[in-house]
């Protein structure tokens, strides 16, 4: 491939000078010859403004799978050509040249991403996808001014949690000057990513895409491993003034809503093990839901004389070298420990219900060459567009091949026809993947339609089942005994070590305190326990001012998780500035809204791949239906969350 020559000897080491706000011209044409070409010629075309860069020869072609797409599909003489336009552009942007487009319009960003992502975009993404461009890129931009906010004296709000969730509370509570508390029962932030250590433990969803549009981080890897991702949470939550409001090592055991008062009552657990009573106008629940683990009852558990826990609960200083080791289950925990333990462990068998679909991980734990990450930090247009690629190609573009077509032929293996195309494709990978054993790919072949599950990335999981020392075995677990474990088929298995990578208690939100309402109801009662219901996964009827990150169906189907956490809380902002301008005390769902609402949600989900009974899945409860994801796109609950609509709640 032919690109912008760089200067010799320009590379830039870790512990060379970092000054993200200037590169040479040298370090430009470095990091250009390595950049994403569509994201380039985004660049190019809001700094000039020319046309000519949204129409033939430049317009890059539609990108297959997951992949980043870097060269756009065109040659390599028009990516050259790019190239050299964009060296340009950045040195004229560091150099304080106002680009001719400073923050696209809607009707510019669809032109502009059409062309970019290399499909039509429709009309309707344009308000959203400007305003995350200028977020990212302009965040000064007067579009993204919120309205002032005066709370009333006295008012304060008590935050469960710091994880993705209670973060982006804390950064709008503090902008909006509300005192609060956070109360995190672990001794550090970072919820999940604190609670899970074990071994290759790490996220499935682009570095650049798993951060707050507020933090941007200059990630070392394409998808980044469990301790770095833990080091940011922390360190935003500190950046962001959120680390001074947080009591750590406090267990939150109950919240109870006081009608008279209009106040919560919190109790807590301290570190000392005190029992302590806070009181508060509004509860924000940022409780995670993958954090409950879930280990079967099996007849012999408490007879295996060796070492045995949850995944998540994984020991410190554990040593696997050399020993016998099963893990129970294939899920996302299972796929990273397998690949990352198997060289170490004299055997390891692992047991599975069904095999997963699994997509290429065409940069699994490649790093981010130093140059390239100089430019992501100091081009804010490039950053911006690179960001947004990644949103379009694992967020929308995905979800259009998880909807069910009707008229679909082929019902059993597909929803439709790209999801059809999708299956061939993975097949394929797979088949590839598994080579010469055969005796494997049975096994490893899933008879469901892709996406069914949540679709899982190759981080090596199909070299360490290939391995001489590693069994698949196709079979649930039927029981435990002193040695090891009995398959349901009745072949024992001999272990050292026993891991359960079975999973959470996903379908039970908030689970882990005792809530009550109005009239002392409780929250269990209302969801008759893994049943949840609330009107946009926020508000629950005759629950006032409890507000949920992360409620029930409202993540991401395909997407990112920050994005969504942020655009429900900006909408929880958006309420708690109306009420105080109206003088409103207290506010929540209206029976007859959630009803409608999530009526929605269940005839949407009806037209899902995820309600297809070819498999089961944690996105669903035990009656059958999903309450772990929404089956909206992106764009569709960002328009439902776009204004507070206090017609849809209670005022009390």
């Not at 487009?101 to 009707?107: K, L, R, S």
């Not at 082929?410 to 195309?421: F, G, I, K, T, Y």
Request: net charge negative.
């Amino acid at each position: 491939m032919q690109t912008a020559s760089p200067a010799p000897s320009t590379a830039v080491t870790e512990s060379s000078q970092f000054n993200p706000d200037r590169l040479s011209e040298a370090e430009v044409r470095t990091a250009v010859s390595i950049a994403n070409v569509p994201a380039l010629l985004m660049v190019v075309y809001q700094m000039t403004g020319d046309e000519k860069w949204l129409e033939e020869p430049y317009r890059p072609t539609r990108g297959k799978g997951l992949g980043d797409h870097d060269s756009g599909g065109l040659s390599d003489g028009i990516q050259d050509e790019i190239r050299q336009a964009a060296v340009q552009a950045i040195l004229d942007f560091q150099s304080g040249v106002e680009p001719v487009i400073v923050t696209p319009t809607a009707e510019q960003t669809v032109r502009m991403i059409s062309v970019c992502m290399g499909e039509p975009v429709a009309d309707q993404y344009g308000p959203m996808l400007s305003l995350e461009l200028a977020r990212r890129a302009a965040p000064n931009a007067p579009e993204l001014a919120l309205e002032p906010v005066t709370p009333p004296v006295g008012f304060n709000v008590i935050v469960i949690g710091t994880g993705v969730a209670g973060i982006a509370a804390a950064q709008q509570l503090e902008d909006m000057g509300i005192d609060y508390v956070i109360l995190e029962k672990q001794p550090e932030a970072g919820g999940n990513w604190w609670q899970n250590t074990y071994p290759g433990a790490g996220v499935d969803t682009p570095s650049h895409l798993y951060s707050f549009s507020f933090a941007k981080n200059d990630w070392n890897t394409h998808f980044e491993l469990r301790n770095e991702l833990q080091e940011y949470f922390g360190r935003v939550l500190k950046d962001v003034g959120g680390n001074e409001r947080v009591r750590y090592s406090t267990e939150v055991l109950a919240a109870t809503y006081d009608e008279t008062s209009r106040a919560w009552s919190v109790d807590v657990r301290n570190p000392d093990g005190s029992i302590e009573t806070l009181r508060s106008n509004v509860v924000i629940s940022a409780v995670g839901v993958l954090n409950r683990p879930v280990t079967p009852n099996l007849p012999g558990m408490d007879t295996f004389r060796g070492t045995s826990f949850h995944s998540a609960d994984w020991p410190e200083g554990l040593d696997l070298d050399g020993k016998r080791v099963a893990i129970v289950g294939t899920g996302a925990s299972s796929m990273q420990i397998t690949p990352a333990i198997a060289d170490r462990v004299e055997h390891l068998t692992v047991f599975q219900r069904s095999p997963q679909w699994v997509a290429p991980f065409e940069k699994f734990r490649m790093p981010i060459p130093m140059e390239l990450r100089r430019l992501l930090q100091s081009c804010p247009l490039y950053h911006s567009w690179y960001w947004i690629r990644l949103f379009w190609q694992f967020g929308d573009k995905v979800i259009e091949s998880l909807r069910v077509d009707p008229e679909w032929e082929h019902p059993e293996r597909s929803v439709n026809a790209r999801n059809d195309a999708h299956r061939e494709y993975f097949t394929r990978y797979i088949t590839a993947q598994v080579g010469d054993r055969t005796d494997l790919l049975d096994k490893v072949m899933p008879d469901y339609p892709p996406f069914g599950k949540r679709i899982l990335l190759d981080n090596g999981w199909y070299e360490a089942l290939r391995r001489d020392n590693v069994d698949l075995i196709n079979e649930s677990v039927a029981a435990v005994t002193e040695t090891g474990l009995v398959s349901a088929s009745g072949a024992a298995i001999d272990a050292d070590v026993i891991v359960w990578a079975t999973g959470f208690e996903a379908a039970r939100f908030v689970s882990s305190l005792d809530v009550r309402g109005v009239d002392g109801l409780s929250l269990r009662e209302a969801w008759n326990d893994d049943d949840p219901r609330a009107y946009l996964g926020v508000s629950v009827p005759q629950f006032p001012n409890f507000f949920m990150l992360g409620g029930p169906n409202s993540f991401p189907g395909s997407g990112s998780f920050m994005f969504f956490m942020e655009v429900q809380m900006r909408y929880i902002r958006g309420l708690l500035t109306e009420m105080f301008q109206q003088n409103i005390a207290a506010i929540d769902a209206r029976t007859d809204a959630n009803d409608k609402y999530n009526e929605l949600v269940d005839t949407t989900h009806a037209r899902t791949v995820w309600t297809h009974r070819g498999m089961s899945t944690y996105y669903r409860n035990s009656r059958g239906r999903v309450v772990f994801v929404m089956p909206f796109l992106n764009v569709e609950y960002w328009e439902m969350t776009r204004r507070p609509d206090l017609e849809n709640y209670t005022i009390r």
